[in-house]
């Protein structure tokens, strides 16, 4: 085993709410929908019309710029409906489910016998290619590309992010699978980042053809642009790719048993929840289908929901869908009252990084935390409060300013490629000025996007 690779700046938010490592039974929807929104930069071209069956795996739509990049159904069932947003763009693609849990048949072969590029053929037509995203630019991965390395984390550290031990309970074998697929992907090396402390699950410990390191530290060490910036940081020029654990796990299944199967566990937690658990869903999954009777009921009080963590999720409604990319909905006060004399009333139930509430003296308490940022805008001013919550060797302020005056070049000198908005979340969460960091961020990787497209 490694060292120990130590993240010294940071914060853990104390946040009420922790899902208990209780497995509810597999819970069906009559309703899934893939939201091609939740694919950064991904203009969809549909392949199905409305009313036509579908199995798990039938592809649904391709991606514009790339139509080697299918996205396939998670269910079997019939395509019903095309939700469309702003300018027509489409939103969701909605499909009823038969309950049958019918699949297209990949076919299976031994790994030892496939190559590099039957091997990408097979993710490509599963509809599980776009589970792979790359570093620069936090995007799906170009599968024309090549990576130096893969990285993988066995754990999180966001607020009331699920236990990656207790989702991979069971699969262990499927998880090793998949890590021999993504094997043949690199000549580099696949790189599996541990917790010092909190991994204890032989799927992790025990891995093959991996190489393990180890991580204590408070959040954002959970977050793979920080393992990436400390285990081997990105160059000018160089691709990285990473995937999630369960990810790793579903590419295991489609080499096993050559099916894609988009069962997956998520976390119902934060502090509206009534009893935060454990649920076993397939992708796509309505809200409604088991959240909907553990909710709490307060007068005054709106929920918010949140596919995702509290800091980088995405808001949806109460008859939202899990997006893709998400192992956990988080529900928060939405936080739309307002204070009667805000933060000058000394109060120790608001929390604080700095000493403006008595929270400080309490670090024990966890909080039910909402949206209110507590007054508006402000100047965006030196303060070097940033470089306290984000452990990567860049100056995050001045990153910011560079993105905000589009300046191209020190947008390359200050280190964009190695950085994903959830890199700045934590940033934003303690930003006095109240600059939304993540879609300033996002904005600049989209235009170093298209200067080198």
Not at 44 to 70: I, Q, S
Not at 144 to 153: H, N, V
Request: hydrophobic fraction near 40%; aromatic fraction near 8%.
């Amino acid at each position: 085993m490694s060292k120990v690779i130590k993240i010294k700046r940071g914060l853990d938010i104390p946040m009420l709410g922790e899902a208990e490592r209780i497995l509810q039974p597999p819970l069906k929807s009559s309703e899934y929908a893939l939201r091609p929104p939740v694919f950064h930069g991904l203009v969809p071209k549909m392949l199905v019309e409305e009313g036509t069956p579908v199995k798990a795996g039938t592809p649904l739509f391709f991606d514009k710029y790339n139509e080697d990049v299918l996205y396939t159904s998670p269910v079997s069932g019939t395509y019903t409906q095309l939700v469309r947003g702003a300018k027509r763009r489409i939103m969701e693609v909605r499909i009823e489910a038969d309950g049958k849990e019918e699949y297209v048949n990949f076919g299976t072969e031994p790994l030892s016998t496939m190559s590099r590029e039957q091997i990408l053929e097979k993710l490509l037509k599963s509809g599980l290619w776009p589970a792979i995203h790359k570093r620069p630019f936090a995007i799906v991965a170009n599968p024309a590309e090549k990576p130096r390395d893969i990285f993988i984390s066995a754990f999180k550290s966001a607020p009331l992010s699920p236990d990656l031990d207790f989702v991979v309970n069971g699969r262990e074998a499927e998880f090793q699978a998949g890590l021999d697929v993504l094997a043949k992907l690199t000549d580099g090396d696949v790189h599996l980042s541990m917790h010092a402390t909190q991994n204890t699950s032989r799927a992790f410990k025990e891995a093959r053809g991996v190489k393990l390191h180890q991580f204590i530290g408070p959040h954002p060490s959970g977050n793979i642009g920080v393992q990436i910036h400390h285990i081997k940081p990105l160059n000018k020029g160089e691709v990285v790719w990473h995937v999630d654990v369960q990810d790793v796990i579903s590419m295991g299944i489609l080499f096993e048993k050559g099916i894609y199967d988009a069962h997956k566990v998520v976390a119902l937690a934060g502090p509206e929840v009534l009893n935060p658990r454990y649920y076993k869903i397939i992708n796509g999954a309505k809200l409604s289908s088991f959240a909907e009777n553990n909710i709490r009921v307060k007068k005054d009080v709106n929920p918010r929901f949140i596919s995702g963590d509290a800091l980088t999720g995405e808001k949806i409604g109460r008859d939202g869908y899990v997006g893709y990319y998400d192992d956990m909905v988080t529900v928060i006060p939405e936080g739309d009252h307002p204070e009667l004399l805000g933060w000058l009333i000394p109060t120790p139930d608001k929390h604080s990084v700095s000493r403006t509430f008595f929270s400080f003296l309490m670090p024990w308490k966890k909080y039910s935390l909402n949206t209110n940022i507590r007054s508006g805008e402000r100047p965006f001013v030196i303060t070097g409060l940033y470089e306290k919550y984000l452990p990567m060797d860049i100056m995050p302020m001045q990153l910011i300013k560079s993105v905000m005056i589009n300046d191209i070049d020190m947008m390359e000198k200050l280190g964009i490629y190695e950085v994903a908005p959830e890199d700045f979340a934590l940033c934003e969460y303690v930003c006095p000025s109240k600059i939304e960091m993540q879609t300033i961020l996002r904005d600049g990787l989209d235009v170093m996007i298209k200067e080198f497209a």
